[in-house]
């Protein structure tokens, strides 16, 4: 499956309930959609409602953020790529052989037209460099340990990785401009950070490079959330 099939924003149905995701969907009604389903709506609603969105015709990015022993990766990612999405996630802080055997699980559970994408965890957006040195007890900047894990991703065999937008441009230039980055943490001007410590706006994002733009809060909790989306896309369409 090529990135450039796929619509690069890329909308996170942050919901409690299967309903409230397909509601949303319904509304928003885009023919090339593409939403995330990550760990509350995925264990609340379970593969069933991926099932259904993709008979909507909707693109699908599970973010499960697969970290375990190899085998059991292996297992999980097979299951997932059987039900047909376009992308998955994979720490990358479980290893080599832990990606590889993502791999492999991708590779039994879907045919070569309908392989995921398979990206890389490499630190979430909410991490800061204080709490990467002092809790999680990785020395240096954050830069430093996202490009470490962009690489072994990279020599893994997966498509990219999961970076915030000002980690970018070092991936893209490390790595080159076909390996993949997918860029939570986006905020429109104007809102709010919440919880994550490294954001960015749409237009900036896209201007460095960034392939997928993970938007949630931002479009979800709207007051107009169809409205929200469709202003995202008109300023992400401004850029060259």
Known sequence: MGARKLNPLIVALDVATGDQALDLVKRINAPDMFVKVGMQLFYAEGPELVQKLRERGINVFVDLKLHDIPNTVKG?????????????????????????????????????????????????????????????????????????????????????????????????????????????????????????????TPRDALRIGSDFLVVGRAIIQAEDPVAAYHNIIKEMNEVN
């Open 76 to 200: 999980a990612a097979q299951s997932l790529a059987k039900l047909g999405v376009s992308m998955l996630t994979v720490h990358c802080a479980g290893g080599r052989a832990m990606l590889e055997a993502v791999q492999e699980g991708v590779e039994a559970g879907s045919s070569a037209a309908e392989r995921p994408l398979i990206v890389g965890v490499t630190q979430l957006t909410s991490t800061s460099e204080q709490i990467l040195n002092e809790e999680i007890g990785i020395p240096g900047t954050v830069e430093k340990a996202v490009l470490h894990y962009a690489i072994l991703a990279q020599s893994s065999g997966m498509d990219g990785v999961v970076c915030a937008a000002k980690e970018v441009p070092l991936i893209k230039s490390t790595c080159g401009t076909s390996f993949i980055t997918v860029t939570p943490g986006i905020r429109p001007f104007g809102c709010d950070n919440h919880d994550q410590a490294r954001v960015a």
